[in-house]
């Protein structure tokens, strides 16, 4: 089992930046990826991006160049940096983990809003 707890979530006007982190606790050495998806009300949950353990990462076309994520092994930490936020950008967030066994777990999500 992996247990994970994003942070990092507000509101923010457009054009603003945010990090959000994930910390992964339990069996953290059957994770093989870690990512990010987003879920706005009234669509379907989409990835933002994802992350291997050797840190090569793969990212949703419309947050190319905006969003960066990385990945802390020893501290069993997945970050996701968001610049240049926009509207559309807004909604909750959550961590995903993938292990070996293509088991995926879920953090619970916080909610990121982009409104002037």
């Known amino acids: 089992q992996v247990q994970l707890v994003e942070s990092g979530g507000g509101s923010v006007q457009p054009g603003g930046s945010l990090r959000l982190s994930c910390v992964a606790t339990?069996?953290?050495?059957?994770?093989?990826?870690m990512g990010w998806y987003r879920q706005a009300p009234g669509k379907q949950r989409e990835l933002v991006g994802d992350i291997t353990r050797n840190g090569v990462a793969n990212y949703l076309n419309s947050v190319k160049c905006r969003f960066f994520i990385s990945r802390d092994n020893a501290k069993n930490t997945a970050y996701l940096q968001m610049n240049s936020l926009e509207p559309a950008d807004t909604a909750v967030y959550y961590c995903?983990?993938?292990?070996?066994?293509?088991?995926?777990?879920w953090g619970k999500g916080t909610q990121v809003t982009v409104s002037s």
């Open positions: 339990g069996s953290i050495e059957e994770i093989r990826l």
């Open positions: 995903n983990a993938r292990n070996l066994d293509e088991v995926n777990y």
